[in-house]
């Protein structure tokens, strides 16, 4: 087995720093610069946008609780942004106590979503080629996105079997494949005022079981049901939670009734695969 040391580019405090891509980066002729802080907003929210170098940043789960799942986390932004800290870095914190390894993906934005695919494609590859290296099970690898982070989830799963990009590495014959997937509250997967199914989100014979959170309240809520009904009409197994109230864009962040219900259910359901 390989390790991916090579292009590790950080090491931040327990927390490390993995470049996806050892070259340009697939389609690109340009080259790679540091992502741009877009303006505080004042909701202690921490946008980046402008993303030439995709790169994970590792939190390895303890040795003493480390269950042998891993996560890879999507933040969401519309693909237009990433909300970095809020649907990236404390959710991976959340990840740790959960004896689960995470991996903060900082995909290509904005309005990258093909290249999206191809960053979460590489980053699901280099995490298998090194899952001794971090105590991960090669059938316990999964994703979890946030609005955008959720609907890349779907897509980038729907195309798994078929390359997205030219072979770079080794890494590359490995499987890209989620073994299951996790979306809070998710967004764009339906169209039109009826909020019919997007077809690249329609799910197929091995699409992995899905745990969906949203609330009544979302304006984006039809893409959690909608996608719920079809993953139940292909047989696929899902778990949907709907509250009344919430919002949308909460992440895990105290004050937010929906915000602290999620994690609690979904450490629950992860308890359910990690046995």
């Known amino acids: 087995m390989v390790c991916f040391c090579p292009y ?4 931040i405090g327990q927390t490390m720093e993995l470049e996806l891509w050892p070259g340009l980066v697939p389609g690109k002729s340009t080259e790679k610069s540091a992502p741009i802080i877009k303006p505080n907003r004042g909701d202690e929210v921490t946008r980046i946008t402008n993303i030439t170098d995709p790169t994970l940043r590792i939190y390895p789960a303890s040795v003493a609780t480390a269950n042998g799942m891993g996560v890879i986390v999507c933040p969401g932004g519309g693909h237009r942004h990433l909300a970095i800290d809020k649907e990236g870095y404390e959710v991976a914190e959340w990840l740790n106590t959960l004896g689960i390894t995470a991996f903060v993906l900082t995909y290509r934005v904005p309005d990258q979503v093909n290249g999206a695919i191809q960053d979460l494609h590489r980053a699901l590859r280099l ?4 899952a001794a290296k971090w105590n991960i099970h090669l059938d316990k690898l999964g994703v979890i996105g946030f609005s955008a982070g959720a609907h890349l989830a779907v897509l980038a799963d729907r195309v798994s079997s078929k390359p997205q990009y030219p072979t770079v590495d080794e890494v590359d014959d490995l499987s890209c494949k989620q073994n299951f997937t996790m979306l809070v509250y998710p967004g764009l997967l339906t169209k039109g005022p009826d909020d019919r199914l997007n077809p690249d989100a329609l799910p197929g014979r091995d699409t992995p079981p899905s745990f969906i959170f949203a609330t009544a309240d979302d304006r984006l809520a039809g893409s959690a049901l909608v996608y ?24 895990l962040r105290p004050g937010n009734l929906a915000a602290e219900a999620w994690p609690k259910l979904a450490a629950d359901w992860l308890a359910q695969l990690a046995d």
């Open 8 to 11: 590790l580019t950080a090491v």
């Open 127 to 130: 995490v298998r080629q090194s």
């Open 228 to 251: 719920a009904k079809a993953l139940r009409q292909n047989r696929t197994p899902v778990t949907l939670h709907l509250l009344p109230e919430g919002g949308h864009g909460y992440g």
